[in-house]
């Protein structure tokens, strides 16, 4: 079994947001710290102002899943938050997907043999 790290502390969240790097799109907004662990860590947010739990939890499967499929491709040793915005709610699987990986090429996320 995979088991993937979360951030999950207020606090790991606050030092993303005030020390690290971040790249915006139109669906996401993607903040990235090094961590020097040799793993990345995750972290997810979703409004309120998204929607409902329902709509809420459906985005952030869907902002999991992009990870997973993408994560052989990321460099390793990142703290990482995707911050979820209103577009991404009835945006296509496609379209986020193409969001998080040009996130990611902005901040240079993405290997050199992967490509």
Not at 40 to 46: C, D, K
């Amino acid at each position: 079994m995979n088991v993937r790290r979360t951030l999950k502390k207020n606090s790991e969240f606050r030092r993303l947001y005030a020390k690290g790097k971040s790249a915006a799109t139109p669906y996401l907004v993607l903040y990235v710290r090094p961590n020097r662990r040799g793993e990345n860590r995750l972290g997810y947010t979703v409004s309120v102002k998204l929607g409902h739990a329902v709509t809420r939890n459906r985005v952030r499967r869907r902002l999991r899943e992009i990870v997973r499929l993408n994560e052989p491709a990321l460099k390793q040793g990142w703290d990482m938050v995707v911050v979820a915005r209103t577009r991404c709610v009835g945006a296509p699987y496609r379209k986020i997907e193409a969001s998080f990986l040009e996130a990611c090429g902005k901040l240079g996320l993405i290997r050199e043999d992967a490509e």
